[in-house]
Each structure stands twice: as structure tokens, then as C-alpha cells.
């Protein structure tokens, strides 16, 4: 009698323990899922205060042990864990209606994990995205009507084709992240301001670099834009997490690249540099896209907004 005591008290535990998915934890799932990979850091710089980091945590942890996110760590180098949705998580969302159509294995994503420098290009993905996502909060004129992760292109690349001198050219690109913004002037009309990223991380060399160009600039004088998103103009931003040296040999390589073919100049135009600011989190997000802190290839005494004001 006593053991069948002992064993309903159990279960009983074990029903009140049963984790059930509450709001704060729904919005965690909800923000992998736009970011893709993050960390507890990344994931509490957008929607709460730092000071709430521990808390963040814990409820990372929460989804963690119940198999809803997984944390990814670096077998080598202790780093602060980076967190994607698990099989359990997808499932969530999926049954929200969200479109969660990916191949998972949680090995693969394990793996991918040790490289240090995948690790590191993602979260750099995420702090763009994060920096995007605070921006049109704070500044009522601006919203994001698009927003399409690098995991995106590469289930479905952009291929453009260009005709050069009776010759076709076909180039794929992938890039990084796209953002549409659309912004509301005070009478009322709105703009859209599409926006192609490249995250540097200064460990491309010249050829890989001015492959990637040559890619561009075929899909910018196909006009590729168009059919694949839809929008009439484009800007290719190039963003690196180095220095304002890496900037001016981009800056150099894309103008070479540009010169082997004779481009014109409203073409180099379309193409945008920056340095990214060496922690985000400290960095408004106005800075990044209001202020005139962006480079087009050849003109170095007139910098430009990003979304040209």
C-alpha cells in the first residue's frame, strides 16, 4: 500500500514537472527561427534588456532539455553555446502554421558547430538581422517587409545569365541575408529599399572575392532582382567585421573587377562598403543604417547613408 502510495505521489510530480511551452518560451523559438543560430546574448539583446540575460538563459535551458532547441557548442574553445531550433521546436512552430521546411539532422548541425569559422559567420548573420529588427522598432517610419536568411538561398541559389558580346554568362550568388525595408516619408508615400548582404569576416582572397563581383555583376545588369524578388532596384551591401582596411581593399578589388569589363559608373554605384562596429550590442542601430558611414567603390571623401537619408 505504502510503495502504491509512493508511486502515485510520482507521477503525480511528474505531471506537475511536464513542460509546458509558455509565451516567453514561444517568442525564444519564434526568434531562432528568424535568426537561425544565435546566443543567449543574441537572443536577449533583441527583445529584452541585458539584465535579463540570466533569465534568458534559463529558459534556453528549459527548451534545451526538452528537446525544442539545441545548444551547440565548440568542442575546443570554450564559447558561450549557440542555440538552433531542434526537431521538437520545428514541429512547434510548424504546427503554427509557420513554414519550418528544412533538413534536420542534429548530428549534421553538431558538426557544423566545431567549425569556428561557420560558427562565427552565422552569429555575425544574426547581429545584422538583430540590428535590422531593433532599427524598425525605434524608428516608426521604417519597417522590414522581407527578410530572408542566408539558409534560404542556399536551398534555392540566384542564378542570373547576362549577354556579353553574343557570349551568355551564367553566375549564381548567395547571399547572406535580404532585407526589404520599406519606409513612410511624412505625407504618407512609401518606398521600398531592398537590400542584398555580404558579411566579411577578412578571410577571402583577392580571386575568391572578385568571383563573387563578377557573380554581382552579372545579376545586377540581368536584372535578376526583378524576377527573383520581385523589386525594381538593389543595393549590394558588403559589411565587414574586420577594419576600415578591409574596407578599402574591397573597395580597390571590386573597382579592378569593375575595370576588366569597362562597368559603368551607376553600376559600381549599386555596390555599398562598411565596417561593422566591433561589439553590436553597443552600437545603435540607427548608426548602421541612417548615418553616412557606407563607401561606394571609388569615392573616398563622400561617404552615404545605407537607406539615403
Known amino acids: ?3 502504491t502510495k509512493q508511486t502515485e505521489e510520482r507521477q503525480n510530480r511528474k505531471k ?6 509558455t509565451p516567453v518560451h514561444d517568442l525564444l523559438l519564434h526568434d531562432l527561427h528568424t535568426l537561425q543560430r544565435a546566443t543567449a546574448e543574441q537572443l536577449t539583446r533583441l527583445n529584452y534588456k541585458m539584465g535579463m540575460l540570466t ?23 570554450r564559447l558561450p553555446y549557440m542555440y538552433a531550433l531542434d526537431r521538437k521546436g520545428l514541429n512547434y512552430l510548424y504546427a503554427q502554421g509557420i513554414d519550418v521546411r528544412e533538413y534536420f539532422r542534429p548530428s549534421q548541425e553538431e558538426d557544423s558547430a566545431k567549425n569556428f569559422l561557420f560558427r562565427e559567420h552565422m552569429l555575425a548573420i544574426s547581429d545584422i538581422l538583430i540590428h535590422s529588427l531593433l532599427f524598425v522598432k525605434t524608428e516608426p517610419s521604417y519597417r522590414i517587409e522581407t527578410m530572408l536568411h542566408e ?17 551568355d554568362e551564367t553566375k549564381t550568388i548567395v547571399p547572406d541575408a535580404y532585407l526589404a525595408f520599406i519606409s513612410t516619408s511624412p505625407s504618407g508615400k512609401e518606398e521600398t529599399i531592398p537590400v542584398l548582404w555580404e558579411l566579411d569576416r577578412g578571410t577571402e582572397d583577392q580571386k575568391f572575392y572578385r568571383r563573387k563581383i563578377r557573380a554581382y555583376i552579372v545579376f545586377l ?3 535578376a532582382f526583378k524576377t527573383f524578388l520581385g523589386v525594381e532596384n538593389i543595393t549590394i551591401a558588403f559589411a565587414t567585421t574586420t577594419d576600415h582596411h578591409r574596407v578599402k581593399q ?3 578589388w571590386t573597382q579592378k573587377e569593375m575595370a576588366l569589363t569597362n562597368e559603368p559608373a551607376w553600376l559600381a554605384n549599386l ?6 562596429p566591433e561589439t553590436m550590442g553597443e552600437s545603435e542601430p540607427r548608426h548602421l543604417f ?8 571609388s569615392d573616398d571623401e563622400n561617404p552615404v547613408s545605407l537607406l539615403g537619408e
Open 290 to 297: 541612417l548615418n553616412p558611414v557606407w563607401y561606394t567603390p
Open 16 to 21: 506537475r514537472t511536464t513542460f509546458v511551452v
Open 151 to 167: 539558409r534560404v538561398f542556399k536551398n534555392t541559389p540566384i542564378t542570373a545569365t547576362y549577354t556579353r558580346n553574343s557570349r
Open 271 to 276: 555596390f555599398l562598403f562598411t565596417a561593422l
Open 221 to 223: 545588369k540581368s536584372r
Open 1 to 3: 500500500m505504502h510503495a
Open 250 to 252: 574591397m573597395r580597390e
Open 55 to 77: 533569465t534568458v538563459k534559463a529558459r534556453l535551458k528549459d527548451l534545451a532539455d526538452n528537446r525544442y532547441v539545441l545548444p551547440l557548442s565548440h568542442p575546443s574553445i
